[in-house]
């Protein structure tokens, strides 16, 4: 094999990758309305399964730095894709036990490979190739992230959501306690399914990848992780660039987590039509995301992201004070203020960094903490309040902290 057709066959395997985590991201995203139901659980206990998800984020992302520094990418692949296989296959013993708490640890292991394979993937995807053409492939690559974002909701809202029992939480806290176990028996059967199923094609793609002759590219540059966190530790632009991603993140899965239970409130639905409403906001967010790389040809990036803040809070105003479809398609319209964000905090965050690039990239990865924490206090303002509508000042309040990063990136 030449070694374009290796670079070609490396391509199409990594990318596909793209898709998949994007998969997994947003279906998970549609398991806080799933598990309220089934486990008659509180907003602030169904946020948990963010708090999971994106705390693998931060506690993996500098460990799977050093794994690729002293490996290979294509290592750090197949341990990520296998970490992603092992935690989605873990989904079934769990929907036997029905315990809470083993989907939270299978969540963990699975946003763990997911973790390491996002930062095997990207650096990978521009090493193999052109120089000239680095940037067009990655950008290729990660078109088809949304995609899979917008294909899991699909598949959750037919496969997950549709199947749940209308029961409500009165009608199962009066249920028979055998008549109880059956229904959430079949249930999460039901949220055990996509995640199998997912997992057997990972399969295949691992053993692809594995016996596949790819690229064996390296990470060769050295990284001084002392000297550099000494120094980043100092930089202010940048220590706010990170406050902001964290924030951020926490905005964005804030948003998305609680719209099937906002649209379900005000428009009195079940979860599988409320979910048709999330895969609305995805495909806003796809579609304002090209939009908004456009503008940046005409404006800055810095002054672009303080305009998105503003509407995006302004929007969320609107959601808490409106109701029915005014309120549904105010909170619809943020994922257009959000698409821009989390690339442009990034840019600038780790703009003039030079050699202390990679480890100031590790740290804003890390800062998708946010959507482990933030999610959390929401959920919780949801429980004390009774109302998801006013829970969504959380959110509010994080955009003023992106809407001051980019004011004070603009005068930079």
Request: charged share 10%.
């Amino acid at each position: 094999m030449t070694k374009n057709s290796r670079n070609a066959l490396a391509f199409v395997l990594v990318t596909s990758l793209f898709f998949m985590w994007g998969l997994a991201n947003n279906m998970t995203d549609t398991l806080l309305a799933a598990f309220k139901r089934v486990l008659s659980l509180s907003d602030f206990q169904t946020s948990f399964v963010q708090s999971a998800f994106y705390g693998a984020y931060f506690c993996l992302a500098l460990p799977a730095a050093f794994l690729i520094k002293k490996y290979s990418y294509k290592i750090g692949i197949l341990i990520g894709l296998g970490l992603f296989i092992a935690g989605a296959l873990l989904f079934y013993p769990a929907s036997q036990s029905m315990v809470y708490s083993h989907f939270l640890l299978a969540l963990f292991i699975l946003a763990g490979g997911l973790s390491i394979l996002e930062t095997a993937a990207n650096p990978y995807i521009l090493e193999i190739g052109s120089p000239e053409t680095a940037t067009k492939r990655l950008n290729l690559a990660q078109s088809f992230n949304p995609i899979g974002s917008i294909s899991g909701v699909i598949l959750s809202k037919y496969f997950i959501l549709s199947k749940l029992d209308i029961a409500s939480m009165e009608e199962r806290s009066n249920m028979d306690i055998g008549m109880l176990q059956e229904m959430q028996g079949r249930e999460l059967q039901a949220v055990m399914g996509p995640y199998v199923g997912v997992a057997l094609v990972l399969v295949v793609l691992w053993l692809i990848i594995f016996f596949s002759s790819m690229p064996q590219a390296k990470d060769n540059d050295q990284l001084h992780l002392k000297a550099s966190f000494s120094r980043l530790i100092q930089n202010k632009s940048y220590l706010m660039s990170v406050v902001a991603q964290f924030f951020y993140v926490g905005a964005q899965i804030g948003v998305w987590s609680f719209t099937i239970r906002y649209v379900m409130e005000e428009l009195s639905i079940m979860e599988a039509d409320a979910s048709t409403y999330y895969i609305a906001a995805l495909v806003v967010f796809l579609i304002s995301r090209f939009i908004c790389t456009y503008l940046m040809n005409y404006i800055q990036p810095a002054r672009l992201l303080q305009f998105l803040s503003v509407a995006a809070m302004l929007l969320l105003g609107l959601a808490i004070v409106g109701s029915g479809y005014f309120g549904v398609i105010a909170l619809i319209a943020v994922s257009a203020c959000m698409s821009l964000m989390f690339p442009t905090i990034f840019g600038l965050g780790l703009k003039g960094l030079g050699e202390d690039t990679k480890i100031g990239g590790a740290g804003l990865i890390m800062a998708i903490l946010g959507g482990a924490v933030l999610p959390v206090l929401q959920g919780q303002l949801s429980d004390y309040t009774g109302s998801i509508k006013l829970a969504f000042i959380i959110p509010i309040l994080c955009f003023s902290v992106v809407y001051y990063f980019g004011r004070i990136s603009k005068a930079k």
